[in-house]
């Protein structure tokens, strides 16, 4: 099964974006789950994780920006970015961490840009 990550768009410097994604409540329910983002000609990278019980973890380069939450009923983790850089400029996908190949999905595009 793919987890389809859906939200991305094109924001300037400073907006904000909620990205969402869905899984299956067999993947979601027993999971840490995470971001990741992959940017232009860069290797994919880890952006931020939520355990079961709602610990996070963050990168430093989004640390105080970017908030993951995920809603247990739902099935469904959320990214919150705000204060976006264009940096930030990335394909982004769910997966669970440590992340499972046949989890990948085509991600959102993430562009920030004036």
């Known amino acids: 099964v793919q987890l389809q990550a859906s939200g991305g768009g094109l924001v300037q410097p400073g907006g904000s974006l909620r990205l969402s994604c869905a899984a299956p409540?067999?993947?979601?329910?027993?999971?840490?789950m995470g971001w990741y983002r992959q940017a232009p000609g860069k290797q994919r990278e880890l952006v931020t994780t939520?355990?079961?019980?709602?610990?996070?973890t963050y990168s430093d380069s989004v640390k105080g920006r970017f908030t993951i939450s995920r809603d247990n009923a739902k099935n469904t983790v959320y990214l919150q970015m705000n204060s976006l850089k264009p940096e930030d400029t990335a394909v982004y996908y769910c997966?669970?961490?440590?992340?499972?190949?046949?989890?990948w999905g085509q991600g959102t595009l993430v562009t920030v840009s004036s």
């Open positions: 409540g067999s993947v979601f329910s027993i999971n840490v």
């Open positions: 997966n669970t961490w440590p992340s499972r190949m046949s989890y």
């Open positions: 939520v355990n079961r019980s709602g610990g996070t």
